[in-house]
């Protein structure tokens, strides 16, 4: 057994090692001295080879390498080569190309299960997230999902059901959707949001609004909250297919989650709701939008006073009009011109004068665009 003299100065050995190699990764401040200092020499006997017990765990490794450097040991490295690394990629992707080939190589059935299970390729998680990847047939896609799953006896990760979902998404077959949803619900797993985008997405370039809304109330059923832009997607695109009330009960659901809904969606859904000559939910959605402390400014009344005019409903453009005034906005230009315009085409020429009149009484210089609505108006 070595003396005493003999471990101390070993010790002493090991400690300039940590200090050196502590220096080489970054500087010590001096609380870190302090307690370099204060820790007990923890000695270990190991192939007649001392260390001290380091005050930072991630300094082991290189400690005992430059310990064991001492005494002629050589150095053991613990990086992974790049070579390694390539070999690993390789290697899983002839996995990946195996399981492919085998789900592929037929109808699914006992013969495709008991070939994936006679193969060396067990339905690990990162294999089985790589072939869903893969996949572009949903059925298919299920089908492993599920043997995966009872071959394995686990439970699915996160990341291998949302890649079941971008399976959905790229197919557009959204047939078993509700089923896995459930089926996360259960495992308390949420769709991330970029699966929930890709899929309204996805619904909304191939004119699947229903199927869209159908997944967001599906996601609201299983208490998941869809993502904020998915929703926004699909307002604009029901608006573009007319569609007021699905707009409004979506935009309602948006407030109950608790996202902050700007003025621009209730101006869109409000220029829904008047295009199709339903003024009294229009004027009420301006009502909630006041009820809600946000701003209706006069470039949203102006736009509901133009769709009105578009139809011929002067009644509905003047009620816009009025409503307005109400909430103490000033028809500037732009207002009065377009419903002098409303007026002049529906024939009602001493109205369209009248408020001609108005804005020279104001003070207002009617605009070029003005007097040319009446020259039309009269011609």
């Known amino acids: 057994m070595k003396s005493t003299s003999s471990v101390d100065a070993t010790a002493d050995e090991a400690c300039s090692v940590e200090m050196r190699i502590d220096e080489r990764m970054k500087p ?44 002629g040991e050589p150095p053991k490295s ?34 495709v299960e008991a070939a994936l299970s006679n193969s060396n390729n067990k339905p690990q ?42 399976v959905m998404a790229g197919s557009k077959r959204f047939d078993g959707l509700e089923e896995v949803l459930e089926e996360m619900s259960v495992a308390g797993i949420g769709p991330f949001n970029k699966s ?47 569609e007021p009330d699905l707009m409004l009960n979506l935009l309602h659901q948006m407030q109950e989650l608790g996202y902050e809904v700007h003025v621009l969606l209730f101006a869109t859904v409000a ?6 000559g339903r003024v009294d939910d229009a004027l009420s959605l301006l009502g909630e939008m006041k009820s809600n402390s946000l701003y ?48 002049c085409r529906a024939k009602k020429l001493n109205e369209a004068v009248e408020l001609f009149e108005q804005m020279e009484a104001n003070r207002a210089v009617p605009c070029a665009y003005a007097y040319n609505t009446m020259i039309m108006g009269y011609g």
């Not at 220029?271 to 199709?276: C, D, G, K, L, M």
């Not at 102006?302 to 816009?320: E, H, Q, R």
């Open 28 to 71: 010590m401040t001096g609380r870190d001295h302090r307690r370099l200092r204060s820790s007990p020499k923890m000695l270990c006997w190991s192939s007649g080879s001392v260390l001290r017990s380091c005050s930072r765990a991630f300094l082991l490794p290189r400690l005992c390498r430059e310990v064991s450097s001492l005494y």
């Open 78 to 111: 613990d990086e992974i080569s790049s070579a390694e690394i390539s070999r690993d990629i390789h290697a899983q992707t002839r996995d990946v190309d195996d399981v492919c080939r085998i789900i592929q190589g037929g109808v699914w059935g006992p013969s």
């Open 125 to 166: 998680q990162d294999l089985v997230i790589a072939v869903l990847k893969r996949l572009k047939d949903v059925k298919t896609a299920i089908n492993y999902f599920q043997w995966a799953e009872r071959t394995t006896d686990q439970a699915h990760c996160p990341e291998a059901y949302n890649s079941l979902l971008m």
């Open 196 to 242: 929930c985008i890709d899929i309204v997405n996805s619904c909304v370039k191939s004119r699947m609004l229903k199927e869209a809304v159908h997944f967001i109330e599906s996601m609201r059923k299983f208490k998941f909250r869809p993502a904020f832009p998915a929703c926004t997607v699909l307002i604009g695109a029901l608006a573009s297919a007319d």
């Open 271 to 276: 220029r829904v709701f008047a295009r199709a």
């Open 296 to 343: 209706a400014d006069i470039v949203l009344h102006n736009v509901c006073i133009d769709t009105s005019g578009k139809l011929g409903k002067v009644d509905m453009a003047w009620k816009f009009f009025h409503e307005m005034k109400s909430h103490g906005l000033v028809p500037d230009k732009v207002t009065c011109t377009s419903m002098i315009g409303i007026l």
